[in-house]
């Protein structure tokens, strides 16, 4: 059973940076795709960026590029997205989720935490 634990969200003034932090236990071989979505207020939860825990590739929503970063430890045990230059439309609920492929819909992962909150605000 695959548990994930989300942590490091809070509020942020616009331009700022946070980190969030995945810790990831008992995935396998069909769930070793590490995923982050948000969902903001009134919207649907959409994947942000993927990574693949045992071969570190990466992918991102191309309107996300250049901003989020998404990454996971030596241990192979936590996934990180660090987010900068934040924008108000940021704003919302982080989630990390596992599954067998990097993908774009939220139903293609298997495995869910519970949430980190993030909120732009000045």
């Known amino acids: 059973q695959v548990q994930l634990v989300e942590s490091g969200g809070g509020l942020v003034q616009p331009g700022g940076s946070l980190r969030l932090s995945c810790a990831a236990s008992?995935?396998?071989?069909?769930?070793?795709?590490i995923a982050w979505a948000r969902q903001a207020p009134g919207k649907e939860r959409e994947i942000v960026a993927c990574i693949g825990v045992n071969d570190g590739v990466t992918y991102y929503l191309d309107s996300m590029r250049g901003r989020f970063t998404i990454s996971r430890n030596s241990a192979k045990d936590t996934v990180y997205l660090q987010l900068n230059n934040l924008k108000f439309e940021d704003t919302g609920i982080y989630y990390c989720a596992s599954g067998s492929r990097c993908r774009w819909h939220a139903n293609d992962f298997n495995y869910w935490g519970q949430g980190t909150q993030v909120t732009v605000s000045s």
């Open positions: 008992g995935w396998t071989s069909t769930s070793d795709r």
